[in-house]
Nanobody
Framework: QVQLVESGGGSVQAGGSLRVSCEGS???????MAWFRQGPGKEREAVAS????????YYADSVKGRFTISQDKAKNTVYLQMNNLKPEDTAMYHC?????????????????????WGQGTQVTVSS
Protein backbone atom coordinates (compact mmCIF):
# COMPACT_ATOMS: atom_id res chain seq x y z
CA GLN A 1 0.00 0.00 0.00
CA VAL A 2 1.40 3.37 -1.04
CA GLN A 3 1.72 5.81 1.82
CA LEU A 4 2.80 9.45 1.76
CA VAL A 5 3.73 11.42 4.85
CA GLU A 6 4.36 15.15 4.75
CA SER A 7 6.33 17.16 7.27
CA GLY A 8 8.09 20.47 7.66
CA GLY A 9 5.28 23.00 7.55
CA GLY A 10 5.11 25.93 9.91
CA SER A 11 4.67 29.67 10.24
CA VAL A 12 6.89 32.26 8.63
CA GLN A 13 6.80 35.93 7.77
CA ALA A 14 6.42 37.14 4.21
CA GLY A 15 9.70 36.92 2.36
CA GLY A 16 10.84 33.96 4.42
CA SER A 17 11.53 30.36 3.43
CA LEU A 18 10.30 26.90 4.37
CA ARG A 19 10.97 23.41 3.14
CA VAL A 20 8.32 20.71 3.28
CA SER A 21 9.01 17.03 2.79
CA CYS A 22 7.03 14.06 1.54
CA GLU A 23 8.30 10.59 2.45
CA GLY A 24 6.84 7.81 0.36
CA SER A 25 6.62 4.08 0.95
CA UNK A 26 4.99 1.03 -0.57
CA UNK A 27 6.20 1.47 -4.15
CA UNK A 28 9.31 0.64 -6.13
CA UNK A 29 8.87 2.13 -9.60
CA UNK A 30 9.74 5.65 -10.59
CA UNK A 31 6.65 7.78 -10.55
CA UNK A 32 5.19 11.26 -10.72
CA MET A 33 5.11 12.97 -7.35
CA ALA A 34 3.24 16.25 -6.99
CA TRP A 35 2.55 18.92 -4.45
CA PHE A 36 -0.91 20.45 -4.19
CA ARG A 37 -2.19 23.10 -1.81
CA GLN A 38 -5.53 24.34 -0.60
CA GLY A 39 -5.82 27.67 1.13
CA PRO A 40 -8.74 28.86 3.27
CA GLY A 41 -11.76 29.41 1.06
CA LYS A 42 -9.83 28.43 -2.05
CA GLU A 43 -9.90 25.51 -4.44
CA ARG A 44 -7.13 22.94 -4.42
CA GLU A 45 -4.25 24.08 -6.61
CA ALA A 46 -1.36 22.18 -8.16
CA VAL A 47 2.01 23.59 -7.16
CA ALA A 48 4.79 21.43 -8.63
CA SER A 49 5.60 17.92 -9.73
CA UNK A 50 8.65 15.77 -10.31
CA UNK A 51 9.23 12.50 -12.13
CA UNK A 52 11.40 10.54 -9.74
CA UNK A 53 13.07 8.68 -12.60
CA UNK A 54 14.67 11.44 -14.66
CA UNK A 55 14.01 14.26 -12.20
CA UNK A 56 12.05 16.33 -14.69
CA UNK A 57 9.90 18.99 -13.03
CA TYR A 58 6.79 21.09 -13.62
CA TYR A 59 5.67 24.23 -11.79
CA ALA A 60 2.56 26.32 -11.52
CA ASP A 61 3.07 29.85 -12.82
CA SER A 62 2.25 31.24 -9.38
CA VAL A 63 5.35 29.65 -7.82
CA LYS A 64 7.90 29.63 -10.66
CA GLY A 65 11.16 31.19 -9.59
CA ARG A 66 10.25 30.92 -5.90
CA PHE A 67 9.63 27.21 -5.27
CA THR A 68 11.86 24.27 -6.13
CA ILE A 69 10.82 20.63 -6.09
CA SER A 70 13.57 18.05 -5.61
CA GLN A 71 14.09 14.51 -4.38
CA ASP A 72 16.35 12.23 -2.41
CA LYS A 73 15.97 8.83 -4.05
CA ALA A 74 17.77 7.02 -1.26
CA LYS A 75 15.21 8.32 1.23
CA ASN A 76 12.19 8.03 -1.10
CA THR A 77 11.53 11.63 -0.21
CA VAL A 78 10.40 14.59 -2.29
CA TYR A 79 10.98 18.13 -1.09
CA LEU A 80 9.42 21.49 -1.84
CA GLN A 81 11.73 24.39 -1.06
CA MET A 82 9.68 27.56 -0.80
CA ASN A 83 11.45 30.92 -0.92
CA ASN A 84 10.16 34.49 -0.91
CA LEU A 85 6.91 33.27 0.60
CA LYS A 86 3.81 35.43 0.30
CA PRO A 87 0.65 35.50 2.44
CA GLU A 88 -1.23 33.99 -0.50
CA ASP A 89 0.97 30.88 -0.18
CA THR A 90 -0.80 30.10 3.10
CA ALA A 91 -2.39 26.68 2.66
CA MET A 92 -2.40 23.04 3.60
CA TYR A 93 0.20 21.40 1.40
CA HIS A 94 -0.35 17.80 0.28
CA CYS A 95 1.81 15.49 -1.76
CA UNK A 96 0.20 13.04 -4.12
CA UNK A 97 1.05 10.32 -6.60
CA UNK A 98 -0.95 8.42 -9.24
CA UNK A 99 -2.02 4.81 -8.90
CA UNK A 100 0.69 3.60 -11.26
CA UNK A 101 4.31 4.54 -11.79
CA UNK A 102 5.43 6.57 -14.76
CA UNK A 103 6.20 10.07 -15.93
CA UNK A 104 4.27 13.22 -15.10
CA UNK A 105 2.07 14.10 -18.04
CA UNK A 106 1.11 17.51 -19.35
CA UNK A 107 -2.02 17.19 -17.20
CA UNK A 108 0.09 16.86 -14.04
CA UNK A 109 -1.92 19.73 -12.52
CA UNK A 110 -5.18 17.76 -12.53
CA UNK A 111 -5.86 16.34 -9.07
CA UNK A 112 -8.13 13.70 -10.59
CA UNK A 113 -5.04 11.92 -11.88
CA UNK A 114 -3.72 11.20 -8.40
CA UNK A 115 -4.79 8.28 -6.25
CA UNK A 116 -2.63 8.48 -3.17
CA TRP A 117 -2.50 11.55 -0.95
CA GLY A 118 -0.72 12.46 2.23
CA GLN A 119 -2.44 14.00 5.21
CA GLY A 120 -0.93 17.42 4.56
CA THR A 121 1.25 19.91 6.35
CA GLN A 122 0.17 23.48 7.14
CA VAL A 123 2.12 26.46 5.85
CA THR A 124 1.15 29.88 7.19
CA VAL A 125 2.72 33.09 5.89
CA SER A 126 2.05 36.30 7.76
CA SER A 127 2.41 39.78 6.31
Amino acid sequence: QVQLVESGGGSVQAGGSLRVSCEGSGYTYSRCMAWFRQGPGKEREAVASIYTGAGSTYYADSVKGRFTISQDKAKNTVYLQMNNLKPEDTAMYHCATPRYGGRCYSSWWDAAGYTYWGQGTQVTVSS
